[in-house]
């Protein structure tokens, strides 16, 4: 090849290839995440943009966001970027992202999507971020077998979760899959919450952070029933991430885990059945509310036109129903497009979807304050940190808790 050649592909082909690509920063990396990561990146390539994987590991996105902040205060933001909930308003007031308005009154989203989700996307009445699906937060995996071996009834409440845990133990099953990390404790939490105190104790203490609701005696029997929780772990669940807590219930060393329905990714991907080899029933106390979070992508300023289109084409895609049923097949939600005919969805996808209609008709429908939906991520890591302390401490005291959190919460208004 001559000289003149290779310096015309020199400037040429970088330009070209950067501006049809899409760097996107996430934290799908879990197998059963991955899968759905790639149904994303297909259908992307077969719009002739390229993806360019910026995946951190880390379940429930803190190391990712840690790792965006590094990245956008050098300069060098992704072009698009996983982020919920009241992540959204606090990224756009710093003036980073761009609105996708154009697109969504093309595709008319405000008709496409629930009030509740749409509402979510928007700053200051525009979209900066284009949503894949919801995922409800208060699920319980259960391996049946567990249950035929030792003829023991599921659970409906946390008493009966204690009732049955030392015949599980005894059968040689880990009552609970956990993993210490600070968000799967406070997972855990924010379905104790519920199941203690409803719906309307849930918003008061969570979102509107009501420091009555923070010190009651209601928030004193959620520690005093994570404390007896502390139980159902297996004494040497380390740090192990929560794709990991799910193989012991797939392999059968667990009975449960308490987990949002990423899950569900993961025993599609190893072939199991719903309904057959793996349940999900409603966390214990929570069968009449829903806990949701909505995975989002956000699109950073950037200075180029065709990256610019780019970031137009990626946020319509993630609204096309059939890829939001695509992913949603591999990623365990349900799509956010609210008039998807339920058909193609398997049995735990059309209950989460019936759920998440019958919770917002009779208002027990609640944000996830472990995923981001009902405070920002100050009172997001408060609350991890506070649990997760206390839960893997088997001496912390409740009372000592309950005022902990509240004076962190405090705190920070
Ligand atoms: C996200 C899910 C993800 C899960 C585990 C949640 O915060 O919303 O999409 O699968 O974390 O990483």
Redesign the pocket.
Known sequence: MNRTLLAILFFILPAFSFANEVEVLH????P??KAAVSVLERQLNDKGIKWEDFGVE????SKAMTVLKSRVISGNPPTAA?I?GKGIQEWASLGLLTEIDDVARKERWDEKLPPMVSETLKFQGHYVAAPV?I?RNNWLWVNPQAFRKTGLELPETWEDMFRIAPQLQKAGYIPLAYGREP?QASAIFESVLLATGGADFYRAAMVENDPEALTSKTMMKTFETMARIRGLFDQGSSRRS??QATQLVIDGKAAMQLM?D?VR?EFLLQDKQPGKDFLCIPAPGTKDAFVY???SFVMFNMPDEQQKKAQQSLASLLMNPDFQIAFNLK???IPALDFIDDQDMDICARKSRRDFNRSMARGTLVP?T???MAAGERVQNVVSEVVSRFINDPNADPAKAVKQLSLAIKALK
């Open positions: 934290w799908w990396t879990s059963g995440e880390g379940g429930g996105g996983q919920r699906n995922h968000w929560w794709d949002g990423w990714g979070n909505i995975d990623k365990g939600g996830s472990t995923h981001g």
